[in-house]
């Protein structure tokens, strides 16, 4: 059995509460049944193709179907974004004028293949400047931070939340996705490129990482609040470095107008934790801003196992 045999072992978290009801909340007798069923901890699981704590989202499930934000313990249920209610953001299904390398994008573990990468990370601490974009969370990150992919360095500009998940592993819509956006230095008459690093997020603890900023973001649409005293360390996120950790790549857009295809996309394999009510609160600043999964269009999802596999 190779590398590839086990399960990517994803830690789970997370539900939200949107302005409309995109969420039910489970009775105490369904959560606890899940809760029996499916076991306190996820162990790994051997074969790509077995889910989350024990769970799958049905490859062959009609469109109606609706993917659950986690599997097992969580309290909600998140339903899919309705395409309809961001159209001015890019959240929906638009392929006209499109290629064929759109983000982001449905990871099927059982179809993923080895990758190798050379990469390099460094990342430093940043000045708490947190934004309300009215379609997204932002924080700006101070210049000095970058990852080095093949060659190229990608300097770290900023980071933002998608509510729920925009990439889904096996069918599963997460309910938080974080995007961290590394530019490379562009040179005359040639486009931006990019690197853009996923960390999902499943309902557990609550991040402390993600608690230091809460409650900094403004209420009001397209404000931003700068906290001079406050410092944002992404190191207290991650812990290891990307090296030393597994991700999968692959090839693909930005998930927001003008879905530029020069995008290196990482998506770690590790998924962290968040409390519900972070969740929550998110999401009622942005609303469910999740673009729907693009075709992969013949395109290879690879996983590259760190240093410390």
């Known amino acids: 059995m190779t590398r590839r045999g086990f399960l990517t072992r994803l830690r789970y978290e997370g539900p939200m509460a949107t302005r409309t009801p995109r969420f039910a909340v489970l009775p105490a007798s369904v959560l606890m049944g899940m809760l029996v069923a499916c076991g306190a901890e996820a162990e790994p699981v051997e074969g790509h193709e077995a889910a989350v704590h024990g769970a799958t989202a049905p490859h062959d499930a009609g469109p109606g179907f609706d993917h659950l934000s986690a599997v097992c313990g969580d309290a909600v249920i998140a339903h899919s974004p309705d395409a309809l209610s961001a159209t001015e953001h890019g959240y929906s299904i638009d392929a006209v004028g499109n290629g064929l390398r759109q983000s982001p994008v449905n990871i099927r573990t059982r179809d993923v293949v080895d990758g190798d990468h050379a990469i390099e990370q460094h990342y430093g601490t940043s000045t708490e400047r947190v934004q309300n974009k009215g379609h997204t969370v932002q924080l700006d990150y101070d210049a000095g931070s970058w990852v080095q992919f093949d060659g190229v360095r990608y300097e770290l500009a900023q980071f933002h939340f998608h509510t729920p998940s925009e990439h889904h592993i096996d069918g599963l819509t997460f309910p938080l996705e974080m995007h961290l956006v590394h530019v490379a230095e562009a040179k005359e008459g040639e486009s ?29 649409a397209h404000q931003g609040k700068e906290v001079p005293e406050a410092e944002i360390d992404l190191e207290e996120l991650i812990g290891e470095r990307f090296e030393d950790s597994a991700f999968y790549h692959y090839k693909g857009s930005l998930t927001t107008p003008p879905y530029t295809e020069s995008v290196q996309w990482m998506v770690l394999e590790r998924v962290y934790q968040v409390a519900p009510e972070q969740v929550q609160r998110l999401n009622r600043i942005e609303g469910n801003n999740a673009r729907h999964v693009q075709s992969l269009e013949g395109r290879q999802v690879e996983i590259q196992f760190g240093d410390d596999r």
């Open 192 to 220: 931006p490129r990019y690197l853009v690093v996923g960390v999902l997020f499943r309902e557990g603890m609550p991040s402390q990482f993600i608690d230091r900023f809460l409650h900094e973001i403004p209420e009001e």
